[in-house]
């Protein structure tokens, strides 16, 4: 079932794009950008980063941006939904915050894919270790 969902994001994400030509990225750029961040892909719909955290982050809000996660390595306690605390805009249509009240807790690991929509307040309340993962953004035209 997490194959199946991962495909669906890659599937999404190439029919997303609708371009004419296919977006290749080698094995060395994806390796970088899973050790330290970076974008792989951007489009004028949708952009794809891979990501890697050694702590917790701020909670966030993309109000125009659903975010799907697939996490390659490691594990993090991840919160979704609820209400954001604290919370300040950050730049245009984006905010970030201290804490959320509320919210569902998941436990995410090595295959796991998460599904954002657009609005909802998330945040990576803890990271043990390490967690890497990549992140598609689906923008909202």
Known sequence: MK????????????????????????????????????????????????????????VEVHDKETDVLYIIEGEAT?????????????KADQWLGTDIQGGETHHLTKGDVIVIPAGMPHWFKEVPKSVSYYVVKVLKQ
Request: proline share 0%; no cysteine; hydrophobic share 45%.
């Open 3 to 58: 194959y199946a969902l991962a495909l669906l994001t890659v599937l999404t994400a190439a029919v997303l794009m609708a371009a004419d030509t296919a977006t290749y990225v080698d094995h060395d750029k994806v390796a970088a950008a899973l050790a330290k961040g970076g974008s792989l892909v951007t489009a004028s719909n949708l952009t794809v980063s891979g990501s890697h955290r050694e702590a917790k982050g701020q």
């Open 78 to 90: 991840f919160v979704t939904g609820g209400k954001m605390i604290g919370g300040k805009q950050s």
